[in-house]
């Protein structure tokens, strides 16, 4: 089955390039930006979405300043009866959990968490392995990265 691949050229690049720079731009600062009137920009924006080439608008927000600066990346190696639904709902209700990815092959996901400390970063590992499945995990703390705030300073 082939997947649909949307209509876009170089300007809607263009216009996707700067809303990942800064979501928030305004049409006139994009069609400044892109030889475009602001309402040429919205017409192409409009259909973008209509299109589901832009999905959602998002922020970057500093963690650290909420309390929660520690970064890290779980791997979970579940037992072999264990579905990719059960895998991928692992992290359901437990709010440092961001994201779950469900992987083809070892490890079965990755989870990644945001937390306030180390034993913060132990109760939510915990919390995840008392699943009746989990026979394993693997876990690293993010130093940086490309959208990692602190990726600027030195280490």
């Not at 690049?13 to 009137?37: D, F, K, P």
């Not at 299109?51 to 579940?78: K, M, N, Q, W």
């Not at 306030?116 to 915990?126: F, Q, S």
């Amino acid at each position: 089955m082939q997947e649909h691949r949307a209509d876009v050229d170089e300007i809607d690049l263009a216009i996707i390039g700067c809303l990942e720079q800064h979501a928030r731009s305004t049409y006139g600062e994009i069609g400044g930006t892109v030889g475009l009137s602001a309402p040429a920009v919205k017409r192409r924006m409009d259909r973008l979405e209509a299109d589901g080439v832009i999905r959602s608008y998002t922020v970057v927000v500093d963690h650290a300043l909420l309390g929660r600066p520690i970064e890290a990346v779980t791997s979970l190696t579940f037992s072999g009866d264990a579905r990719v639904d059960e895998i991928a709902s692992i992290g359901d209700g437990i709010p440092e959990v961001l994201a779950v990815f469900t992987l083809a092959g070892d490890p079965d996901a990755l989870a990644w968490l945001r937390v306030a400390d180390v034993r913060d970063l132990k109760r939510v590992i915990d919390r995840l392995r008392v699943s009746g499945n989990v026979i394993g995990t693997k876990t690293m703390i993010v130093l940086g990265g490309p959208n990692h705030l602190d990726s600027a300073a030195p280490v």
